[in-house]
């Protein structure tokens, strides 16, 4: 056991331990190659979540935002997509006729 600690102290003395000076440095480099992984696995990121938006059709479809139930809908119907805009305007006219508020 004597042997065994003696060969550990002996191993101490070797280490050769950073100056201030080496480990301010180090803290330094070590800082700035975060701030660049960070930003590039930031864009990475951007370039995955915009690439898998595409590819499930969760982006705008001519136009007009749709939900997932509605896409889906729409990709097996293979009907073009129609304007809803009359449709809601002759909704809210039948209502203002209903209500007596035509205008």
Same mark, same amino acid.
């Given at each position: $056991?004597?042997?065994?600690?003696? =060969?550990?102290?002996?191993?101490?003395?070797?280490?050769?331990?950073?100056? =201030?000076?080496?480990?301010? %440095?180090?803290?330094?480099?070590? +800082?700035? +190659? $975060?701030?660049?992984?960070?930003? +590039? +696995?930031?864009?990475?990121?951007?370039?995955?979540? #915009?690439?898998?938006?595409?590819?499930?059709?969760?982006?705008?479809?001519?136009? /007009?935002?749709?939900?997932?139930?509605?896409?889906?809908? %729409?990709?097996?119907?293979?009907?073009?997509? /129609?304007?809803?805009?009359?449709? /809601?305007?002759?909704?809210?006219?039948?209502?203002?006729?209903? =209500?007596? #508020?035509?205008?």
């Amino acid at each position: $056991m004597k042997k065994f600690v003696s =060969n550990i102290k002996q191993e101490y003395r070797k280490i050769s331990w950073p100056t =201030n000076k080496e480990m301010k %440095l180090n803290i330094v480099q070590v +800082f700035v +190659f $975060m701030i660049i992984l960070s930003l +590039f +696995f930031a864009g990475v990121d951007a370039i995955i979540s #915009t690439g898998v938006a595409t590819v499930t059709n969760e982006a705008i479809v001519e136009g /007009e935002e749709y939900d997932d139930y509605e896409l889906e809908d %729409l990709l097996e119907s293979d009907t073009e997509v /129609e304007d809803d805009t009359e449709v /809601e305007d002759d909704a809210e006219d039948d209502a203002d006729v209903e =209500n007596g #508020t035509e205008g």
